[in-house]
């Protein structure tokens, strides 16, 4: 079992920045793939990040491509999205996943993922 928590969202303008961090806590952290999601309103939940067990290979959506940034920290059981330049569009409840995994790969598909976070609302205002 992996218990995952979000925070870190908020209401920022366009432009802003934000750094999303979710601890995990009830299984080996550096044993699973980690990824993020959103879910918008009236939208299905969409993939945003992915990271693999070391942190040496990291896979984005396009609409964040070069403005969002996943990283892990495996010593803190944490793994972040730091996102700069958000976008009206960037605004939904972020949720992190984990998947419990002896592979090196990261996983792109909700169904892939384990665990799931409570998620954490970001709003971004024009």
């Known amino acids: 079992q992996v218990q995952l928590v979000e925070s870190g969202g908020g209401l920022v303008q366009a432009g802003g920045s934000l750094r999303l961090s979710c601890a995990a806590s009830?299984?080996?952290?550096?044993?699973?793939?980690l990824g993020w999601f959103r879910q918008a309103p009236g939208r299905e939940r969409e993939f945003v990040a992915a990271?693999?067990?070391?942190?040496?290979?990291?896979y984005y959506a396009d609409s964040v491509k070069g403005r969002f940034t996943i990283s892990r920290d495996n010593a803190k059981n944490t793994v972040y999205l730091q996102m700069i330049s958000l976008k009206p569009e960037d605004t939904a409840v972020y949720y992190c996943a984990a998947r419990l995994t002896s592979s090196s790969y990261y996983y792109t598909d909700s169904s892939e993922y384990n665990y799931w976070g409570q998620g954490t609302q970001v709003t971004v205002s024009s």
């Open positions: 990271i693999n067990w070391s942190g040496g290979s990291t």
């Open positions: 009830g299984s080996t952290f550096s044993s699973n793939a």
